[in-house]
């Protein structure tokens, strides 16, 4: 079954607003990360957070573990935001895995100026 | 300075070709992984190694064998390529099977 759950699927926003994506787990992580793919398609490291909440300038982010789901905040969105937004975990009852990484399928989200 | 990087960045070849793609990271890491994002850009992991002993081994066909000469680079060779090979392949590495840092990608595409 699914494991790693993201929404929405597509966001469009105007440049300036703020949003909010959402990523559920099937089970207890070890890891959770977020990334962002930018349009020429580099996989960029927003956020290594498998439990509380981090900021880095305009996002933020917060896991609940207990719940099993993380949250990630854009605020005052710019163009360059636009790309695709993975969530990704490794889950901890395959923790001899090695690290092995479920993607979920991506928040592409569109910043129109 | 670059942390992980991958060559080729664009492979375009034809079907039954054998063809490699590299990946060195400058991090001092001792995990690196290729992972797989198909055309519909779901990302998949494939290969996971550590410390040049592979440690992770996913549903790959046979086609598909990595090697690892040294815990700074880990290569990617596809036997007898396919159309359905063509995806993107990422390198990634990890100082300690945690945070992962991915590699600007190799597109390849089987004609």
């Known amino acids: 079954g699914i494991q790693v759950e993201q929404s929405p699927p597509d966001l469009i926003l105007q440049e300036g607003a703020n949003s909010t994506l959402r990523c559920n787990f099937s089970d207890s992580v070890n890891n959770l990360q977020w990334f962002h793919q930018n349009p020429w398609g580099q996989l960029i490291n927003l956020f290594y957070i498998p439990s509380g909440t981090k900021q880095n300038g305009r996002l933020s982010a917060t896991t609940v573990a207990t719940e099993r789901y993380s949250l990630l905040y854009i605020s005052s969105s710019q163009t360059t935001d636009s790309g695709v937004y993975f969530c990704?975990?490794?889950?901890?009852?395959?923790?001899?895995?090695?690290?092995?990484?479920?993607f979920g399928q991506g928040t592409e989200l569109s910043v129109k100026p | 300075d670059t942390a992980v990087s991958q060559t080729p960045k664009y492979l375009v070849t034809q079907m039954g070709n054998d063809k490699s793609i590299k990946c060195e990271q400058n991090l001092g890491h001792d995990t690196m992984y290729w992972y797989k994002q198909d055309s519909k850009k779901f990302l998949k992991i494939m290969f996971s190694?550590?410390?040049?002993?592979?440690?992770i081994n996913e549903t790959v066909p046979n086609r598909f064998s990595p090697k690892s000469p040294d815990k700074a680079h880990l290569n990617l060779h596809i036997n007898s390529l396919e159309l359905g090979d063509s995806a993107v392949y990422f390198c990634?590495?990890?100082?300690?099977?945690?945070?992962?840092?991915f590699g600007p990608g190799t597109r390849l595409t089987v004609t």
């Open positions: 190694y550590n410390n040049k002993e592979l440690i």
């Open positions: 990704a975990v490794e889950l901890k009852r395959i923790y001899n895995q090695g690290g092995k990484l479920i």
């Open positions: 990634a590495s990890s100082p300690d099977r945690y945070e992962q840092y």
